[in-house]
C-alpha cells in the first residue's frame, strides 16, 4: 500500500485517486500540491482543505502560513463564455488571487478574481471578498467589511482562553493537535458546555 500511496503522491494525474485512498491531511494536500507546482507559488507552513475550490491555481500566490478552509478562490468569470457567445465577442476577465502571509480563509467564504489579501489578515466563514483585504484586518459578511483588527482578536482570544477551564491544557499542548490531551480538551468542553445550573 506504501508503493502505491508513492506512486499516487508523484503522479498527479491520478489526484482523485490520491485524495481519495490516501485522505491526506490540508498539510499534507498543501504539500502535494506545492510539490507539483499547481500554484503560481506557495510559501512553507501552508494547510489546505483538499475540499477547497481553486479555479485557476496557476493565478493563485500563497505566502507562509496561509489556511485554506472549504473556500473557493475564483481567478475567472464564468460568464464571458456566454457573452462571447450571445454577443458574438472575444471577451477576458481573468485576475490573481495574491495571499501574503499568515493568512485564513473561513469555511465557505468566496474570493472575487483580482484580489490581495493581507499579510496577517482573517477571511471570516460564508465571506464575499470583492475587494483586496488589508494587512491585519479581520473581514466577514456579503461583501466582506472589516470587523476589527487582527491584534484586537488575538487579545480577545488571549482572555477567552485564560477564561476557560481548559485554558492549561492549551497552554501546554505541543502543535494545534496533541492526540495525548484531546480526549481531556473534549471532556472538559463538554462538561463546561452543557453543565447543568
Known amino acids: ?3 502505491l500511496k508513492n506512486l499516487l503522491y508523484k503522479k498527479f494525474k491520478y489526484k482523485n485517486l490520491y485524495l481519495k485512498l490516501c485522505k491526506p491531511s490540508p ?5 502535494y500540491l506545492k510539490f507539483h507546482n499547481v500554484l503560481y507559488s506557495m510559501g512553507a507552513d501552508c494547510s489546505i482543505l483538499p475540499s477547497a475550490n481553486i479555479t485557476d491555481p496557476a493565478y493563485v500566490k500563497m505566502g507562509n502560513n496561509v489556511r485554506l478552509s472549504e473556500c473557493s478562490l475564483f481567478g475567472h468569470d464564468g460568464s464571458v463564455n456566454m457573452l462571447n457567445i450571445a454577443y458574438n465577442k472575444k471577451l477576458d476577465n481573468v485576475g490573481k488571487t495574491d495571499i501574503k502571509d499568515n493568512v485564513f480563509i473561513g469555511h465557505g467564504a468566496l474570493v472575487m478574481p483580482n484580489i490581495t489579501i493581507g499579510p496577517n489578515a482573517i477571511i471570516g466563514a460564508g465571506s464575499v471578498v470583492t475587494k483586496d483585504v488589508k494587512e ?4 466577514a459578511g456579503n461583501p466582506a467589511r472589516e470587523i476589527c483588527k487582527i491584534d484586537a482578536l488575538v487579545t480577545k482570544l488571549e482572555d477567552y482562553t485564560d477564561g476557560v477551564p481548559w485554558g492549561s491544557l492549551i497552554k501546554n499542548r505541543s502543535g494545534a493537535y496533541d492526540a495525548t490531551i484531546e ?3 473534549i471532556k472538559q468542553r463538554v462538561k463546561h458546555f452543557y453543565a447543568t445550573k
Open 136 to 139: 491585519g484586518s479581520v473581514v
Open 183 to 185: 480526549p481531556e480538551l
Open 1 to 3: 500500500m506504501k508503493i
Open 27 to 31: 498539510t499534507q494536500y498543501a504539500e
